[in-house]
């Protein structure tokens, strides 16, 4: 989406002028639907979750957030969500990452240098939650 957002941020200089920009945000959404009924977080999800496993109880949908300052004025934002599910095969999980860049008011021309900062760490990120099970959900 570099190409477009790049775009679309040209088409809005030309429409009002040279703009300054002091933060930048990209967000990755995914739908992972595990194979698992009910879910097993740890068979999945490197992640540990904060509630606790009681006899009895059967998990239902759930969300959390979590923030993580980065180096070079970065942070990131994860939401994580067990989804209600219709069909009783998967179990569907959102992975949402908002990673941010905040600095000091930046010229339109570094726009493309400092989308590529912030697009940076996302693969570590979202590869620091997933097991190898998860992974191969996506091959």
Do not use: C
């Amino acid at each position: 989406f570099r190409d477009t957002i790049l775009e679309r941020f040209e088409d809005l200089q030309t429409a009002i002028g040279p703009l300054k920009f002091k933060r930048v945000g990209l967000r990755y959404i995914n739908r992972i639907d595990v194979p698992q009924v009910p879910l097993v977080w740890g068979d999945w999800f490197k992640l540990k979750l904060p509630a606790p496993s009681l006899p009895g109880f059967k998990q239902r949908e759930w969300q959390m957030q979590f923030h993580q300052e980065l180096t070079e004025d970065r942070r990131f934002i994860i939401n994580l969500a067990a989804l209600p599910h219709r069909e009783r095969k998967v179990s569907p999980i959102m992975l949402d990452l908002d990673l941010v860049w905040e600095g000091v008011p930046k010229e339109p021309g570094d726009l493309h240098r400092i989308l590529e900062h912030v697009h940076g760490p996302h693969r570590l990120v979202f590869e620091a939650y997933l097991s190898n099970k998860v992974r191969k959900l996506f091959d």
